[in-house]
């Protein structure tokens, strides 16, 4: 399947099954990307270490408005601060679009491929709480 570049692309050429992936998830860790890749309508990539946050968000809010995205997911390489911030688009979409198609995130190790639920997600934006949270857990 083709992975053309997200922020490259015309919001009205998404469609179906989305799948958005780090860009270096091919690479990385093939078989999971394969996996996610063969659930998927289209597949495009995306880079926050080149590309800002704001970028995506914006591009994406677009192509959900076009309404010919029947469900969107995410997925990246794990342990990678850039790629931590896509897991971050599913709430920021949320936030301007109340509707919107499902969404799920994804991360691939090793072991392969790994559900993303919105409570890691914003947990791990809240370093405090989750330090909090660290000590709570220690005996």
């Given at each position: ?32 990307f ?80 790994v559900?993303v ?23």
């Amino acid at each position: 399947m083709e992975l053309k570049p997200l922020l490259e692309t015309n919001v009205y050429s998404l469609r179906g099954r989305v799948l958005i992936a780090g860009a270096c998830l091919p690479e990385v860790w093939p078989e999971a990307f394969a996996a996610l890749a063969a659930e998927a309508d289209q597949v495009y990539s995306l880079c926050l270490e080149a590309s800002h946050l704001n970028m995506a968000v914006t591009k994406l809010t677009a192509v959900l408005g076009t309404g010919q995205v029947e469900s969107l997911r995410f997925a990246t390489v794990d342990r990678s601060p850039h790629c931590t911030q896509m897991h971050y688009i599913r709430h920021e979409i949320e936030r301007v679009l109340p509707e919107h198609v499902p969404m799920e995130s994804f991360v691939c190790t090793a072991e392969g491929v790994v559900p993303v639920s919105e409570e890691a997600a914003e947990l791990s934006k809240s370093l405090a709480r989750l330090s909090r949270s660290k000590k709570e857990a220690k005996p």
